[in-house]
Every structure is written in structure tokens, then in C-alpha cells.
């Protein structure tokens, strides 16, 4: 992985450090960030009207680009861009390289509350040019500090419901409702059928979009009566939503064993939905599907975008519901 560049003193001190590659795939003004040059790993010097940068390049993309810190007013001020991607490599190289991450970066400060620190996203979709390369942050740093009122990110919004989308929801809610009721009752077959999955319970684990339920739950959404075999995947669906609270749950308990995890090479035995020390409860279940019925109707494409202000404060960011 590519040496450390969080900043353009960084950046100055590596391209000093590294000598010009004798190769006709280098330009003069480029150096490795490695000490044995990679070619997907750049720094790049250039100039415009703003004045001296250093590019951060991985393959194809400028991850950041850091610029020559000006004075003004006495105070140093240093103009940093940056552009993210969503690749695993981008992210480590964000990470280890450039030390942010792609997404939500909380900035910490001394005697600031949590729910008081400021988030710099760093998105995926880019909102500007600088000499024709798209960035997602244009950031300013004042003495050291985010100045948040020069600063610019992409646009952020949070999705909303409505009156209307409320409405739909119930009619929704209504016509699954004695389905979802049967689901209840089966509760105890659901429980012996229990699959315990490491891959369900990790953090942003679960089933994803799955076309046969939509499928089944779009034909049972346009039918009074449905198909024997749309209510069969149905109730798969309901024994994978329960799997998924399960697993999510023993995920969470301290002496719950579920195998694939570092801690279970022991000849400790595999932990089963009995040794759950909460038990599964009808209304959570009932939530469970009531929110795979909402996706796979399209309930929730009815909401509304709504933006959410430019760097907000940690309790102000909707980290599982934003949108670029």
C-alpha cells in the first residue's frame, strides 16, 4: 500500500523524496508514492490560476488533489479536493493513504460533544471540475480546521414519507395483513427452521434484492386471490427475516457462538436461536416483513428527497437513509 499523503506538505515532501521514473509511462512530473515505484500509485505536480497542487492518483481516478497553503489574514489556509470511490481498493487507499474514508468522516475536536462533531462527506458522485477533473469535497482548512462556510460537498438528501406515502403504507399493511397474521401463528416453525448466519448478522448484512420476491409479493399486491405458490415464497421470505433478526442478534451477544467468527476456532459448540438470550417477539417480526413487502411494492420510492444541510453535526446525519 502507498506511503501516507494527507496534505500538501506531505505531498511536497514525497515528490522531493522520489526521483523522476526513467520510463516513457512517466510523465517528468510525476513520482511514485511507493519507494519502489507502482504505476497506479501517482503524485502529480501541477499549476493553474489557484495556484501549485500535488494530484493523488490511483489508476484512472485523482483521489485528491492538495494545494500550494496560502496566508491570508494571517492565517494559514490550505485548499484540499478530494473524490471518492467505491471500489474496496479505492477505499483502502483512501483509508491508509489519504486517512478519510469514502462516506461519513466525523471530525473530532477537543471538548466537543459526539453528537456535536461535524460529518465532511466524501461522496461518489462529484458536484464540481477544477481543470476538468470531477471532485465531491472541496474543502478549506484554516489553520488546520475545516472551515465549513468556504467548504462545498455534493448535495445530500434524506428520503422522506408524506401524507400520502403514510397512506399507501396502510393500504399496504391492510391487504398483506392476513398473511402477515399466518406468519405470526408459524412463528415456532419459522423458529425450528432457524439458520444462523454470520453473513446476515455482520453490520449491513442481509438478504439484498431478491427477484422471486418480488415477484410473489407483486403478484400477491395485484391479486385478491393469489397463486398457491407466490404465498410459498412468501413465507420463504418471512423464514429468511426471521434468520436475519437472529443472526443479527447472537451477533450482538457476548456468548453467542455462530461459526465463521475469529473468537469460535474454539471446540466451543455453535449457538442455536434457543440460546438467544431475548427471544425473537411477534411485533419486531412483524416489522421485519412489513418492510420487505414496502420495498418489493415500492413503497419506499414514493418518499420524498428532502436535503440535508452541508456538513451537518453527527446527530444530524442520517447515515442509513442519504442519498446523492
Known sequence: MAYVCRNYDEALGTFALRGPVRS?????????????PVSHHRLIEGVNDYGKYFDVKLYQTIMARFYEPKVEDGKRVERRLYMGHGSQTSRQFMSHTLRVECGANTLWSDGVHADERTIMPIYTTGFMRDDGVMFSLNSYWVDGNLDTTRSQHTPHYRLVADNDVRKHKQRVAAHFEPYIMLAQMRMPEFKAECKIDRRFGVKFGGEGYNRA???????MWDSEVPEQQD????????QKAYDIIASK???EQAD?????????????PESTVDDLAKPIEASEFRRAILDRINKYVGSNSLKKPEEVKQFPKYSEYPRSNIHT
Open 24 to 36: 516513457s509511462k512517466w510523465q517528468p512530473n510525476e513520482r511514485p508514492l511507493d519507494p519502489k
Open 256 to 268: 453467542f457462538h455462530i461459526a465463521g467468527t475469529w473468537w469460535n476456532r474454539s471446540t466451543a
Open 231 to 238: 404465498i410459498d415464497v412468501f413465507f420463504e421470505m418471512c
Open 213 to 219: 420476491y418480488y415477484m410473489a409479493i407483486q403478484d
Open 249 to 251: 442478534r447472537g451477533m
